[in-house]
């Protein structure tokens, strides 16, 4: 059992190191092409968008959300017909005083006013609607493996991306690099969680050492990347083959020379059987 275990380790570790080995090789060999990552970066960044001031003193619901739309550049959506089934209505006021704010902020603090609305993001968009009318959003939502150019998605090899409960996983091969993202699902959600005081925004983490790197970001971004050199992941999965393959060698060696593969004692006088390990002969002539 432990043997097949082993060998199963061996097979995998192989099949990783000729993966890594073609990415690595591509990186170099292709033309330098546009860094890859979450596909929720954008939005992701827009919200941590510091904003100096938002003053609003009875204006309408429709046109701050034009404003805030305008002044962050992230287009902001709205199912107006989810909003009034609940009393919220394009023209329901605002009174909003902020000033030195994130977008996420600030959308969240307004839209406080007129609960239930809340915001989810949709690719690079901001959408605006009730918990009921999106109930399921998250968990039925298509993951892209690719990157956002204008409104369409395009596929690309160098991204493996997916999500689990809370979190979007991204894997993506830079130029020589294997980087690895945890992102919010959602990266709106961070901005309208409860939390008596406030979320405090914490510090970042940040490591380097040899091509290898770790980066914290805490509130709002909630995000974690960890850079490894493709280089590092070659020869550390191709340590388990190339000891299988040199021992594999060694036996060869040993049993044309008339030793026992197992332990190298000369069998010239006993090839029947090996008198220092008692490997028997049938054992032995396994290579």
């Not at 990415?23 to 330098?32: D, I």
């Not at 017909?81 to 909003?96: E, K, R």
């Not at 704010?101 to 949709?122: E, M, N, T, W």
Request: glycine share 8%; net charge positive; aromatic share 6%.
């Amino acid at each position: 059992m432990k043997r097949r275990l082993l060998n199963l380790l061996i097979v995998a570790s192989l099949l990783l190191c000729m993966a890594a080995s073609a990415m690595w090789l591509a990186g170099v060999l292709r033309a330098p092409q546009a860094a890859v990552g979450p596909t929720n970066a954008v939005i992701q960044s827009q919200l941590a968008r510091p904003l100096p001031v938002l003053r609003f003193d009875g204006v309408s619901l429709r046109d701050v959300l034009e404003f805030m739309k305008d002044v962050s550049g992230c287009p902001v959506e709205v199912d107006w017909p989810a909003l009034a089934a609940v009393g919220v209505t394009s023209g329901s006021p605002v009174n909003v005083a902020l000033s030195n704010v994130r977008l996420g902020d600030g959308l969240a603090a307004l839209l406080q006013a007129h609960k239930p609305a809340i915001f989810v993001s949709r690719g690079n968009a901001i959408f605006v609607s009730t918990p009921a009318a999106m109930d399921g959003y998250l968990r039925s939502q298509s993951v892209p493996t690719g990157r956002e150019e204008g409104n369409v998605t395009v596929a690309d090899w160098r991204v493996l991306e997916w999500v689990l409960g809370s979190n979007r996983w991204t894997i993506a091969t830079n130029r020589g690099l294997v980087q690895v993202w945890r992102n919010p699902a959602d990266p709106a959600a961070a901005y309208q969680r409860p939390a008596p005081g406030g979320i405090p925004s914490g510090t970042p983490v940040a490591f380097a050492f040899a091509g290898m790197a770790l980066e914290r970001s805490p509130f709002p971004l909630l995000s974690l990347r960890i850079d490894l050199p493709l280089w590092i992941v070659v020869a550390s999965t191709a340590v388990l083959p190339l000891v299988r393959v040199a021992r594999w060698c060694g036996r060869i060696r040993r049993k044309r020379a008339g030793l026992c593969p197992s332990c190298g004692y000369d069998l010239r006088a006993t090839p029947d059987l090996c008198p220092e390990c008692g490997t028997p002969a049938a054992v032995s002539n396994v290579v």
